[in-house]
């Protein structure tokens, strides 16, 4: 089910050409490329706020948005589950200046049961589907973000439950957690989050207590490396 990039296909926004032979970048502009790019950028930050003698609070976006990278990065540039393309264009505003452009990025990994509703499963790794920018948010025929049209996102619903029923069912049966996890006192911080994706990659977080003093022991451990 490969479809035209429509109206972006052969010409950039700003007039400009493509090249005739596009060759997906290596790694996305505003993205890191690979886990050990990204520790070090981590590293790089923690070191500056140890100079300063302070650290962001333990559920700072900071942690979040690092914990979250980390966990989804093994995701970026696989094929995406509609079109198998690991790269689409997407068209970038520049808040300030108002000025489009065209900007290559990785394919990356969709929740299912969306991560802002639900803090149980936002590091879980069933509860995903790896889709490129276009199918993720763009496609106005099939796409769980796409915001004009509720049919775009049936038919992605479609799309796996006639893939991998398993994980259709999986999903409804856990759409429950969103609920429940609403004013839910976790016991665990996006601090302990990066940590726990930090030293053991790519595992889920568990959402209970041992795993987060251990998380918390290595986290004590990895600043007494900086020291
Ligand atoms: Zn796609």
């Known amino acids: ?68 990278e980390l966990f989804m990065e093994p995701y970026r540039g696989n094929p995406c589950i509609v079109c198998e393309r690991t790269h689409s264009r997407k068209t970038i505003t520049n808040k300030k200046s108002g000025k489009s452009s065209v900007v290559e990025y990785r394919s990356g990994f969709h929740h299912l049961i969306p991560k802002n509703g639900c803090i149980i499963h936002r590091y879980t790794k069933r509860n995903g589907a790896v889709l490129c920018p276009w199918h993720h948010t763009d496609s106005p025929k099939l796409s769980p973000h796409y915001e004009h049209s509720a049919m775009a996102n049936h038919r992605f619903w479609l799309l796996i439950m006639e893939r991998d029923r398993d994980l259709y069912d999986w999903v409804v049966d856990h759409e429950k957690d969103t609920f429940e996890s609403f004013g839910m006192k976790r016991c665990w911080t996006y601090r302990d989050a990066l940590i726990y994706q930090y030293h053991k990659s790519f595992r889920e977080l568990p959402n209970v207590k041992p795993k987060a003093i251990e998380a918390a022991r290595k986290w004590q451990s990895f600043f007494a490396k900086g020291e």
């Open 1 to 68: 089910m490969r479809e035209s990039m429509g109206k972006y296909r052969g010409k950039r926004v700003d007039g400009k050409g493509w090249a005739k032979t596009a060759i997906p970048p290596k790694r996305d502009r505003m993205m890191p490329d690979t886990v050990e790019d990204m520790k070090r950028k981590i590293d790089k930050r923690l070191m500056s706020f140890a100079a300063d003698g302070r650290f962001p609070a333990a559920d700072d976006a900071f942690w979040r948005g690092w914990a979250d």
